[in-house]
């Protein structure tokens, strides 16, 4: 063990929210080691050839993300949090039946730094030397990610005031505000997964990270039902510059001439118009020749919502217990109406936030594959 180990191992064994060194950068530093050492360490278990075929199963067992269409599972598990990363290698190794090799043990020993783990002997290990393996592993594991979780916590706390300002800068809504919060808590962490031990500002780095989850977030609220965030991002960006084009050409157009025609929005861009308050007076150029009958309602439009009442309480009770219990709480259709956010499901439940948001979307995407056929549909009429 390094005398840079030696000194940071007394204070990450405390649990305090702050390191206490004469030079705040130095600690950081430390820390920042602390991580990258940890998350080197479980990557490197989840690239074991041997263990491949327990992946996915753990994946579902643990109820992590899963992969999907442009994403492979080898790029998913790239891309997990160090947590999740820990969990399902942990998982993985209490579920292995094979033979191990033992070039494998030698090298993941070496990386862990395994103490009292002799060298073994033939190209496997025997099942008691499996079993005496295994056992310094978890434990070894389950020790450097408590100096992982405590480095993790101090980077936190000591930037957990960027949040705030960001969200206060780019959230104008009250209303959003304590989901944003959450969002850019996400990204603060996932900057945090992701540092390197070197000299560069941890500040500029996690701000990056903490504006792009914001951003993504604010993109999503803008649209009624999910969109991915890549369309989303192109939809929005297409929307503005056909915006940009036809304020020019209005400019540049002669007296007389008719008005250009051509808006270029689809279906989707349709989704972005802000709805007319129903309590909105009508102008003069708007204001109706005869009163209308506030009971009539049109036949397609009657029939389309009669489909689309149908297609829902199916589709509802294809749903799971947890999918229907989240999409309850979080849009308002339990007792009392109230729509409730993220964090609040999450301390309700029990579960994690990302838990909640993974359930929120996996329903909302089955919810949306049978309502785009009506949504086409009404439209058309």
């Known amino acids: 063990m390094s005398a840079e180990d030696r ?34 360490q479980v990557d490197y278990l989840l690239h074991v050839p041997e263990w491949e075929n327990l992946y996915q199963p753990g994946l579902e067992e643990l109820s992590l993300p899963l992969p999907r269409r442009g994403i492979n599972l080898r790029a998913l598990l790239d891309s997990l949090m160090v947590e999740y990363k820990q969990l399902l290698a942990q998982w993985v190794i209490t579920q292995y039946r094979g033979r191990f090799p033992a070039a494998h043990a030698r090298r993941i020993a070496r ?40 480095a993790q916590t101090i980077l936190f706390r000591r930037y957990q005031s960027l949040l705030y300002r960001l969200v206060n800068r780019q959230v104008f809504d009250p209303g959003q505000r304590p989901d944003a919060y959450q969002e850019a808590a996400l990204g603060l962490v996932h900057a945090i997964d992701k540092v390197e031990d070197s000299r560069a500002s941890f500040g500029s780095y996690a701000r990056t990270w ?16 999910h969109v991915p965030i890549n369309l989303a991002s192109r939809l929005l960006r297409e929307g503005n510059e056909a915006q940009r084009r036809e304020e020019n050409e209005a400019k540049t157009e002669r007296p007389g001439d008719p008005s250009p025609t051509n808006h270029e929005f689809n279906q989707f861009h349709e989704l972005l118009h802000p709805g007319v308050p129903l309590d909105a007076p009508a102008t003069d150029d708007e204001a109706p020749r005869q009163l209308a009958d506030e009971f009539a309602q049109d036949p397609h439009e009657r029939l389309s919502r009669k489909d689309l009442h149908t297609a829902l309480r199916g589709l509802m009770s294809e749903l799971t217990d947890k999918q229907r219990e989240v999409l309850a709480l979080r849009f308002g259709l339990n007792e009392g109406n109230r729509q409730w956010t993220l964090s609040e499901i999450a301390q309700e ?29 009404m439209n058309a009429l």
């Open 349 to 377: 439940v029990g579960i994690s936030h990302q838990q909640v948001s993974q359930r929120e979307k996996r329903a909302l995407e089955k919810l949306e594959s049978v309502l785009r056929p009506l949504y086409e549909e």
């Open 7 to 40: 000194s940071v191992r007394p204070y990450l064994m405390t649990g305090l929210g702050r390191v206490e060194t004469k030079d705040d950068q130095v600690s950081e530093r430390l820390c920042r080691k602390t991580i990258s050492r940890h998350r080197i």
């Open 111 to 150: 990386i862990w730094a395994l103490d009292g783990v002799d060298q073994p002997m033939g190209e496997t290990l025997s099942f008691s030397e499996w079993l005496e393996f295994k056992e310094r592993l978890l434990y070894r594991m389950r020790l450097e990610h408590s100096r992982y979780k405590k």
């Open 210 to 225: 903490i504006t792009r989850q914001i951003r993504n977030y604010l993109m999503g609220e803008r649209f009624p039902v």
